[in-house]
C-alpha cells in the first residue's frame, strides 16, 4: 500500500509512514479491528471450553453409567450361569462318587439320621428323580418336610419377638401337610426301589417322631396326634392353637 501522504511503500503493521512519518490511518483501524477480533476469538474460545468441559463430563457419566449398567448384567449373567455351572458339577460327582454316596445315605436311613440324610444330599447336589439315587426319593421328600417341621415347632416352642404365633401355625400346618403327603407311597410306584422295606420304615419313624414331638411340646394327646393325618389344614390349625394356648 501507499502512503497518501508521500506515495511511499507502508504495510499494515507501519502505525507511521517511515518516509513522511504521518500516522498511518489504515494501520491503526487494522489494529483496533485486530484487537476486536482477538477479543471475539478469545470469547468464543473461553465458550467453547466451557461447554466442551461441560459435554465431556456429561459423556463421561453417561459412559460410566453404561459401564456399570452393563457390569452389573454381566454379574448376573454369571452368577446365574455360575450356580447352574456349579450344581451340573456337583451332580456329575454325585454320580461319579454314587457308589461312596449311596453307602452313605443307607447308613443315614439305617441310623435314622434323616437331618445329616437331607444335608448331604444338599451339599453334594444329588438329584433322587434320576439314576442311580431314584430309590430315594420318599426319604429325601419326607426328610425335608419332617426337616421344616422340626423347625416350626421349635419356633412355636421358643418364638421371638419378630414371629407372630398365627403365621408360624399356619405355616406348620402347611408343612404337616406336605410331611404327610410326601409320605403317601403310591405316587413313587414308578420309581424303581422306593417302595422298600428300609424307605416304608424310614418314613414311619419319621412320623412317629412328629407325634411324639407334639405330645412333649403341646401335650396333644396320642389319638389326637393319630388323627392329624386325616384332618384338614384348618382342622389341625384349630387343633394345634388350642394345644399351645392350653399349655401357656
Not at 477480533?37 to 465431556?56: L, Q
Not at 449398567?69 to 455351572?85: D, H, P, T
Not at 406348620?172 to 404327610?180: I, K, V
Request: glycine share 4%; aromatic share 12%; net charge negative.
Amino acid at each position: 500500500m501507499k502512503c497518501p501522504y508521500c506515495g511511499g511503500n507502508l504495510s499494515l503493521e507501519d502505525e507511521t509512514c517511515p518516509h513522511c512519518g504521518r500516522l498511518n490511518e489504515q494501520a491503526r483501524q487494522h489494529v483496533k479491528d485486530m484487537k476486536h477480533y482477538k477479543g471475539e476469538f478469545e470469547h468464543a474460545k473461553k465458550h467453547v471450553y466451557i461447554a466442551t468441559n461441560r459435554y465431556t463430563k456429561v459423556v463421561v457419566r453417561v459412559v460410566i453409567i453404561a459401564i456399570l449398567f452393563f457390569a452389573i448384567i454381566v454379574l448376573y449373567n454369571l452368577g446365574e450361569r455360575s450356580y447352574s455351572i456349579v450344581r451340573s458339577i456337583g451332580q456329575y460327582q454325585s454320580k461319579r462318587h454314587a457308589a461312596e454316596y449311596m453307602k452313605q445315605l443307607d447308613q443315614y436311613i439305617e441310623e435314622e439320621e434323616f437331618f445329616a440324610f437331607t444335608t448331604f444330599c444338599n451339599e453334594h447336589k444329588i438329584d433322587c428323580y434320576e439314576e442311580p439315587y431314584m430309590r430315594y426319593i420318599p426319604v429325601k421328600r419326607t426328610a425335608q418336610n419332617y426337616m421344616n417341621l422340626y423347625e416350626n415347632i421349635m419356633q412355636l416352642v421358643c418364638p421371638t419377638e419378630y414371629q407372630e404365633q398365627s403365621s408360624q401355625i399356619e405355616q406348620m400346618t402347611e408343612n404337616l401337610d406336605y410331611f404327610y403327603s410326601s409320605m403317601d407311597m403310591e405316587q413313587y410306584e414308578y420309581y424303581e426301589g422306593a417302595d422298600s422295606e428300609s424307605n416304608q420304615r424310614a418314613l414311619e419313624t419319621m412320623e412317629h417322631n412328629i407325634i411324639l414331638l407334639l405330645q412333649t411340646y403341646f401335650h396333644i394327646s396320642e389319638e389326637e396326634a393319630e388323627q392329624l393325618k386325616e384332618l384338614s389344614q384348618a382342622k389341625r390349625a384349630v387343633l394345634i392353637e388350642e394345644a399351645i394356648i392350653g399349655e401357656e
